[in-house]
């Protein structure tokens, strides 16, 4: 075998090696995505019912009062798994109890927002506040 050959069948097995390192690297982030949903219960929005096809990881909440967020983690999330949704219920509490939420992040799977440290997927409701976050 000549180098010219040598150095296209190095390159072909590379090439190869990559594109295998590619698909299960994709095939591997694709079962770990989720679809997530929201919606804003009431009037008022002061509950959110969020649903997604993976397990619940957390929710933050992003308030109209002061513009702050409460973080709802997994423990704390009554969480039930029904035709092949998972659905929690999440609102204010303590300082923000009652208070209309603006938008919601919700974590579950691997998507990242990179809003913040566990910040999932993010949904505004229009209306809320008056006007919908940019």
């Known amino acids: 075998m000549n180098k010219g050959t040598r150095i296209l069948t190095i ?12 698909t299960a ?9 989720s ?18 096809t993976k397990e619940i990881s957390n929710v ?4 109209c009062n002061n513009l702050t967020v409460q973080k709802v ?5 009554v ?10 219920t999440v609102s204010g509490s303590g300082d923000f109890e009652g208070e209309a939420i ?3 992040w919700v974590k579950s799977g691997s998507f990242r927002s990179g809003d913040g440290s566990g910040y999932g997927g993010m949904i ?3 209306g809320t506040c008056g006007e919908v976050p940019q």
Do not use: C, H, R, Y
């Open 11 to 22: 390159t072909g097995i590379m090439v190869s090696l990559f594109l295998v390192g590619v």
């Open 25 to 33: 690297s994709m095939g591997a982030n694709q079962n770990s995505v």
């Open 35 to 52: 679809a997530v949903n929201a919606t804003a219960i009431g009037p008022l929005f002061t509950s959110v019912e969020v649903t997604s």
């Open 60 to 63: 933050v909440m992003l308030f």
């Open 73 to 77: 983690e997994e423990e704390d999330l």
């Open 79 to 88: 969480q039930d798994f029904v035709a092949g949704l998972w659905t929690a």
């Open 102 to 104: 603006m938008s919601v």
């Open 124 to 126: 505004a409701f229009s």
